[in-house]
Nanobody, 121 residues
Framework: QVRLMESGGKSVQVGESLKLACEFA????????MGWFRQSPGQERVEVAE???????KYAKSVEGRFVMSQDNRLYFLYLQMNDLRPDDTGMYYC???????????????WGPGTQVTVSS
């Protein structure tokens, strides 16, 4: 069974960079799709970055060019490098896992507990 745990969230100033990590275990990477989401109080959880079933990564338009998702399958870690942070990037960040079946990613079904990122101006 998959389990995930995020780390690295903190309070930073506008324009600074931050790297989040997510340790995952329980499923082989070749049948897994991974992603990062974020949520602000009272708002819906939204996608930040996620694996595409045929390779590559899809980024939210709001973070494209600033955030980079990467993965170390040998160490079972997922990362989110966040650059040029803005106040709108504030939120609870979650990593997520979904099964890769055939040539598509199933909806994300396993989530970490989250790590808080706060960007102050």
């Amino acid at each position: 069974q998959v389990r995930l745990m995020e780390s690295g969230g903190k309070s930073v100033q506008v324009g600074e960079s931050l790297k989040l990590a997510c340790e995952f275990a329980g499923m082989p990477p070749d049948i897994s799709c991974m992603g990062w989401f974020r949520q602000s109080p009272g708002q819906e959880r939204v996608e930040v970055a996620e694996d595409l079933p045929h390779g590559g990564i899809k980024y939210a338009k709001s973070v494209e060019g600033r955030f980079v998702m990467s993965q170390d399958n040998r160490l079972y870690f997922l990362y989110l490098q966040m650059n040029d942070l803005r106040p709108d990037d504030t939120g609870m960040y979650y990593c997520a896992h979904g099964l890769k079946v055939l040539d598509r990613c199933l909806p994300f079904s396993t989530w970490g507990p989250g790590t808080q990122v706060t960007v102050s101006s």
